[in-house]
Structure formats: C-alpha cells, structure tokens
C-alpha cells in the first residue's frame, strides 16, 4: 500500500517513514502543501497523513482541495491543535481521522493500518487476503504458505498484496511501478519483471504447486483465478479472494508483536538523540526573535519562523518522550502567533520561556508556569454583521466555524465604524433594517464605500423590491440576499466574496516612470475587483507582462527610453496580445495626439488629472467587456477549453517560458478511440455529450498552469509546463485511468465507456517549434492506435503504457 507523508518536522517525519517502512508500506514525504498537490496529482495512493500546520498552507485548506476535486483518498490529520473548533474544522474538511501531537507512534501506527483496512473494504475489516493456502495477514503484513512464513521483500510483498486486492484487475508494468515504488524511485519497467521473477521463485520454492501470476503478453499482469477441486465445488461461484472478517479493532499492544515494539523503541531513542543535538540551534531561532523583539525591530518573517519552529517542537519533542518542552514550545508559539498584540514588554516572559524550553531535554528541568496573558482568536477571515436580528446573528455565529469564519456582531452605525477602524473585517454583511440606517441607508452605505482599502458588503432585506437591488448595486455592494435566507446560505455566499477577492480579480499592469503617480494609479484600482501590478522601469516590460498575464494594460503616453507608443505598438505586433485591452494616460489631448494612440492599437484614453471615480469605472467596465469576449474567443463552447486558435497563442508563450527560464515542457495529444462509431450508434448528441465529459476531466485533472486545448473534432492537446517526459506520461496515465471509469448511459438504456490513445513528446529534445513538435506526437499517437489504442506512447524511449 502506498501512503504519502505530509509533515515539515523532519524528527517527526523520519521517525514515522521508519515505522511504516518497518510495515512494508511505500511512503512518499512532502514538506508544504504545494509539494503534496503535485504528488497526489501525479501517483495514486491508499492514504495520506497530513500535517495541519504547514510553511506554505494549511493541512485543512488541502484536504478541502481534495473533496471539492472529487478525491476520495482516506486522509488522517495530524496536529498540535487540541481545541474543539479545530477537531471540527478538519472533520469538516473531509478528514477521516484526525490525531492530536504530541502522539504515541505504535498507536499512530495502529490507527492508520485501522484506517487503511477500513477503507480497503467499506462492508468489512480485511483481516487475511488468502489464495490457494497462500495467505497475506494485513494485520501483520506477513505472508505465510500451509502456515509458514515466506520471506519476501518489501516490493516483492507490495506486488503481491496489489494483486490479492484486485484479483480481476490487469497490471500493466508501469501502473505497478506507480503503486509499488516510491516517487523518489526510478525503476525501469524491467525491473518489475525482475521482482515478479524472484517471487514467483520464492513461491514455487515455498511448495506452492501453481504460479498465482498470470502474465498477459501486451497487456500486463493479473492474479490467476483460484484452481476449484471437484469436490469442494459450491453451488454458487466464490470469490476468488478469501476475506476474514473481524468484529472489532484489536489494542495497539496486540497490534505490535514484541519485536516490531523494541524496534519501535529503538527508533525513537535515536531519533530523541538527534533532536537534543539539534535543539541549540532552533533555541537559536527563538532567540532572534527574543533580540529583535526587545530592540523594537521584529519584523513578520522573522516571528513567523519562530512560530513555525515552536509549532514544530510541540509534536517532536512531546512525541519523543520529552512532554515538558513540549509545553514550553506551545507557550512559545502561542506569543509568535500573528494576532497576538506582542510587546517589548513581553521580551521577559519570552526570554524565560526560551531558557526553559533549552533546559527541557535535561535529567531534572523546572515545570513552567502558566503565561500571564490572553491570546485572541485564530487569525480567520472576519465578518462583521451590522443587523438587530439576534436570532439570525446566532445562527451566523454558531455555523460560522464550520466555514472557517470568525463573527462579530455590532448593534448600532458608531460602534461599527469604531470596529471596522480597529478590526479591519474581511467582510461587512448588513441589514437595511439596521439601526441608524433606515431612513438613511444610502448614507451608510456611502460612509462604507469610503473606507480604505475597501471592504466587500453585502445587503440583506426582507423587502428585496428594485429599488433597493438598483440602489445597492450604484453603491458596489458584492452581493444582495433577500430574507428568510439559512445561516449556512449566507455563509457560502460570504466564502464565494471572500474566494473571489483573493483569486479572482482582475490583473491591470500600469505602467509609468512616475513613482508617485504610480502609487496614485494603484491605490485607485486596487480593489475586491482589481489587482493593480506597477512597474517604474519599462525595459522590464515584456518580462512582467508574460509572468503576470494582465487583463488590461494602462500606459503612461512620455516615458524616457521608451515611449507608451512603442510598447503598444510591440504589444500589437505579438498574436497571443492582440485582443489585450489598452488605454492610454497623458497631458497631452490634442486631437493628433489621440489619432496616433488609436492607430497604433489604444482602445482607450484618459486625460490627466485622473479622476478617481472616473478612471474606476472606465477601467472595470472595460474590463468586464474584455473578459465577455474573450470568453466567446478563447474557449471552446462545448468542452470548456482552450479553443485551437488561443491554444497555440498559450502553447508558444510557454515555448518561450521554458526557453528563458530552461524548464522542461512536455505536449501530449489525445485522441478518443472510436468516436465516429458513437456519433454513428448513438448519435451526435451522445458524441458531443462524451466531448463535454471530456473537457470537463482535463480541467479537473490537470494543473491550472497546464494549457488544456481542443485541437479539432475528437482531438485534444495538453502541455505540461515543468513536467519531465517520465512525469508527463504518468500523469496522462493517471488520466487514463480516470477516463476509463467514465460511464454514459443512452436515453435507451443502453451504456457505454470510451478510451483514448496518446502521443508524448518533450520540447526540446523532439523539436523546437509547435509545428515540429505536433508532428512528433501525432506519429507517437498513430502508433499509439496501431498498437491497439487505449495507451499512452511517449516519444524518446518509445515506452507504452496501457491499462
């Protein structure tokens, strides 16, 4: 079974890798978040264990990742957090266990093989996996022939369980290389010959009278069907697995023989040695922190490295036997959390803490006392309710921290300003109804666009009639919610603003060698709406225009070097930028001026003085236009992606991406095995139904930065940006698989799957233009299909991978 590893304390992880390797389980460690997304998007496993606190993310917002996307992989979390809302949160997220630091690691063992059991099977626990007398204790992760045990590698013992687990599944050599090996291993496909010939040795050494593998030439391996004697033949066919169901759970001291425990100790001495001799310099860290904060000079990265590592001592240390630093540290990291107001003054307390923290490995060290402060709520998006509904209000509060929000609560126009002054909230939800509000609501709506930044609202009513929805929305309200409304309705709505002001603004680039008209330009843009990129030097120009993508361009007309003018006109003479909306800032407004912005490509010209509300306005409704039109243009109606014509735009930009920044580029082209029979049996609808499912897969499989492109008819192409030709193809594999579980059902009843074949080529080795490269993988793909369809060629080694 293959499990990956998410955790960035390094004691804590190789202390676990040891364990479970002990157990045979492949393990794959990532140390953020973004690493752990590319893992679990590129190989299949049985379970992941994933840290909460990580340096890039947090281990919630991944596991919500996984269950919006569709993954229904088993996930245990892991964490210093003890509080309820924390317990919910992950349990909310889709977790399906979740374990507290510091832990017992032969119980954590024994709850993640319980979890693993639990999974392989939905109806029972698999206790034995059996064939012919030859049986796999799942419990013990032996495997015994007329009851004496078998000597087997690890990799020998995971190819037999895969086959024992899916007794009618066929293996292809590469599909067992995803599920056998490690990520960080790179066997060839031989190699798996290799193992299956040593095992089948063993076995026929052992007195096992018939080989169990089957090998289908061209296809793969598969678990033979178990031999039937004549006399024990039931009436109705068995399964060709025996399962041995158990009532219950054992203890994790029966789960562990004697052995496996002193081994299990023997590995946390070691590790306890190593974090006693890495502690002076992690108290080092700490005591930076400690400098910076008495000399007024502590800045936000710095305290959140001191955090992290405190976060990270509270599992490590509590873990391997030392309980008292564990304490410490949690003292620790709850003064370096961001919303705690921390002070010169606290320097004393800390400093104690610290010198205590370093003195916790030793025989004899003191008890610390409890902190002498009050720590605030966690640092989560804050909405603030100006509504007089109390029981609405409390219904908001108590299916707040489900969403991950924190609540407060006001009751009249004053209190509110002096919160949103103090507290800065995320989001504003208000009632017409408030206080102070109504007979004067557009008042209190005008004092609330005022604030800077500004802070997304939404209005809620009971009325909901057109002049309040036309008064809110000349007022730039987010959204307009008409009462009676659940909590929980409210609340999505509020996470949809909240998800839409952090990932799905616009990008405008402003460009001008003035910096403080710049800083003017930006603070008027930047906006819920609006991401505003400013750049001074203009030589930089091309470089951040292809790394940011803007939406729309604003140039300042006089710039030394180079001229607004010209970087408008080399903005035109690229294709993947014609359609890119520009406009024009300038003094200048003669009637010839103007003419020359519009022949050389302007869609637009604002005169200086700029004009707050006036610029605003002109640049977002230009923007909205832009987005509308290029949404016709640049995606394909029926699948959803890249259309041909904006595919190839995308594909060539990379090129020169993977050029510049000497990143590997892999394109792949796939093409649906016997779609004019669909079209021909079932119609043209339940062709283009089959071509929409399609699409909809890519988006959902590959990476937001991968360019997902309808090349013509039953033809898609897909580049992989920084992916190598070998991970390419084991991600498109991935995709194959996912593909050929699809099921469409015709409106006679009828049903049918579908399958494609691919071609893989990597840029440069196959060629340096789209052209040369097309035809590389369309030669990969025809012997692709004349190999009998339904796998993956890659050009270079011309490896086949089928399932």
Excluded at 66 to 91: C, E, F, H, N, W
Excluded at 561 to 585: E, K, N
Aim: proline content about 4%; overall charge negative; aromatic content about 6%.
């Amino acid at each position: 079974m293959k499990i990956l590893l998410v955790e960035d304390d390094l004691h804590s992880a190789e202390i676990l890798l040891h364990l479970l390797a002990e157990s045979r389980y492949t393990i794959d460690s990532a140390l953020s978040a973004q690493s752990a997304w590319h893992y679990i998007t590129t190989y299949a496993y049985d379970l992941i264990i994933l840290d909460i606190m990580l340096p890039d993310s947090n281990g919630i917002n991944l596991c919500t990742k996984l269950r919006q996307l569709g993954y229904t992989i088993p996930v245990l979390l892991l964490t210093a957090k003890d509080s309820a809302s924390d317990r919910v949160m992950g349990l909310e997220a889709g977790a399906d266990d979740y374990v507290v630091k510091p832990y017992n690691f032969q119980e954590l063992v024994a709850r993640i093989r319980a979890l693993l059991r639990r999974y392989s099977d939905r109806d029972t626990l698999i206790q034995e996996l059996e064939w012919e007398k030859l049986r796999l204790d799942i419990r013990t992760n032996t495997v015994t022939y007329e009851q004496q045990p078998l000597r087997l590698t690890q990799k020998e013992h995971g190819l037999l369980e895969v086959f024992f687990r899916h007794p009618q599944q066929i293996f292809s050599r590469s599909a067992l290389i995803d599920r056998v090996w490690s990520a960080g291993e790179f066997p060839s496909e031989e190699a798996v010959t290799t193992h299956i010939k040593t095992l089948r040795q063993k076995l026929k050494a052992a007195g096992l009278p018939i080989d169990p593998i089957e090998t289908l030439y061209g296809l793969g391996y598969q678990l033979k069907p178990k031999p039937v004697q004549v006399e024990d033949m039931p009436i109705v066919q068995s399964v060709d697995i025996t399962v041995q169901p158990v009532a219950s759970i054992p203890l994790p001291e029966d789960d562990l023989a004697q052995s496996n425990i002193a081994r299990v100790q023997e590995i946390i001495a070691t590790m306890a040695k190593k974090l006693v001799a890495s502690l002076p310099a992690k108290v080092a860290i700490l005591r930076q922190v400690l400098s910076a904060l008495e000399e007024g000079k502590l800045d936000a990265d710095l305290r959140n490295e001191g955090y992290m590592e405190a976060h990270r001592l509270i599992g490590s240390m509590g873990s391997l036997g030392f309980p008292i630093g564990s304490t410490i540290a949690r003292q620790i990291e709850e003064m370096l959390k961001s919303d705690f107001s921390l002070l010169p003054s606290n320097a004393e307390l800390l400093l104690k803490l610290i010198n205590d923290l370093e003195a916790s490995t030793n025989p004899i060290c003191p008890v610390p006392e409890a902190p002498k402060f009050q720590f605030q709520h966690s640092h989560l998006p804050l909405l603030l309710i100006m509504d007089g509904d109390a029981n609405c209000n409390q219904e908001i509060e108590t299916a707040s921290e489900t969403f991950g929000i924190r609540v407060q609560m006001v009751e009249d126009l004053a209190t509110a300003k002096e919160m949103i002054a103090n507290e800065s909230p995320d989001v504003i939800l208000l009632d017409m109804l408030f206080p102070d509000s109504t007979d004067n609501r557009v008042t209190v709506l005008d004092e609330l666009a005022q604030w800077e930044p500004k802070i997304p609202t939404l209005i809620m009513t009971a009325t909901g009639g057109l002049d309040d929805r036309v008064m809110a929305a000349r007022k730039g309200i987010c959204s307009f919610i008409e009462k009676p409304t659940s909590a929980e309705e409210i609340l999505d709505t509020v996470s949809q603003i909240l998800y839409r002001w952090r990932n799905n603004r616009y990008k405008v680039m402003i460009v001008d060698d003035d910096p403080m008209i710049l800083e003017v330009l930006r603070s008027m843009l930047e906006s819920p709406e609006i991401e505003a990129i400013a750049l001074q030097n203009p030589h930089d120009f091309w470089q951040v225009l292809e790394v940011t993508s803007p939406d729309l361009l604003i140039l300042d007309l006089v710039m030394p070097d180079y001229s607004g003018l010209d970087l408008c006109q080399a903005v035109r003479t690229a294709s993947m930028w014609h359609d890119l909306p520009i406009v024009f800032l300038s003094a200048h407004g003669d009637r010839e001026t103007i003419r020359q912005l519009f022949i050389a490509g302007a869609d637009d010209y604002l005169s200086k003085p700029i004009v707050e509300i006036d610029l605003y306005t002109r640049i977002l409704s230009r923007l909205e236009r832009s987005r509308l039109l290029r949404q016709k243009a640049d995606f394909d109606g029926l699948t959803g992606v890249y259309t041909h014509r904006r595919g190839i735009e995308v594909l060539t930009q990379l090129l020169r991406l993977a050029t510049r920044n000497h990143q590997t580029l892999c394109l792949a082209i796939l093409d649906l095995d016997l779609f004019k029979l669909v079209n021909d049996r079932y119609g043209h609808g339940m062709g283009d139904m089959v071509l929409k499912q399609f699409g909809h897969l890519l988006l959902q499989n590959f990476r937001s930065e991968d360019v997902t492109m309808r090349w013509g008819g039953e033809e898609f192409v897909v580049g992989l940006y920084g992916a190598d030709l070998q991970q390419s193809v084991k991600r498109l594999n991935i995709f194959l698989e996912a593909w050929r579980k699809e099921i469409f059902i015709t409106m006679q009843g009828e049903s049918f799957g579908s399958t494609f074949s691919a071609g893989v080529v990597e840029y440069p080795q196959s060629g340096a233009t789209i052209e040369i490269l097309y035809r590389s993988m369309d030669a990969a793909l025809y012997e692709a299909k004349a190999s009998g369809r339904n796998r993956i060629v890659a050009v270079g080694d011309r490896s086949q991978l089928q399932h």
